[in-house]
């Protein structure tokens, strides 16, 4: 075997291991997620209405609560808002490219109505109290 053949067999052999390598990549896969997941909870006795971007994306049967939404999710920055059947705004989230989400770290916001509780949150399911309501009682209209 030539010099110039075992330095292709070698060069074959290198690549071929690196290939198998289990050490992750810096770059993610050309299927990897690059936005983090919106999740939902309503926890009411009404429909929702879950509007990204100003697009009507589903609507969120009462008792339901999907994490991640199970929808096409447009480019960041989201501008997340959840309405009443009436369409009045019950509670909003915004998202950026800058918003820090991880396993462990999110943003979230609730309402507490008469109706019951609605979470929406990005990143894990969000934990602890949720805020009390500001506005009038009717908010479940």
Same mark, same amino acid.
């Given at each position: 075997m030539s010099v110039a053949s075992r330095r292709i067999a070698f060069?074959?052999?290198a690549l071929s291991l690196a290939a198998c390598s289990t050490t992750p990549s810096p770059f993610p896969s050309p299927t990897a997620r690059t936005y983090p997941d919106l999740g939902i909870g309503n926890s009411t006795t009404i429909t929702l209405t879950l509007v990204v971007n100003d697009v009507v994306l589903e609507t969120v049967p009462p008792g &339901? =609560?999907?994490?991640p939404v199970p929808? &096409?999710?447009p480019n960041l920055p989201w501008q997340v808002e959840v309405r009443s059947p009436s369409g009045? !705004?019950?509670? =909003? !989230?915004?998202?950026?490219?800058?918003?820090?989400v991880d396993a462990t770290t999110g943003v979230d916001t609730g309402v507490?109505?008469?109706c019951g509780v609605i979470?929406?949150?990005s990143?894990?399911?969000p934990t602890g109290p949720v805020p009390r309501p500001s506005g009038p009682a009717d908010g479940c209209s």
């Open positions: 060069a074959i052999l &339901a =609560s999907q994490d929808v &096409a999710m009045r !705004l019950l509670t =909003s !989230l915004t998202v950026t490219a800058s918003t820090h507490f109505l008469p979470d929406l949150w990143g894990p399911v």
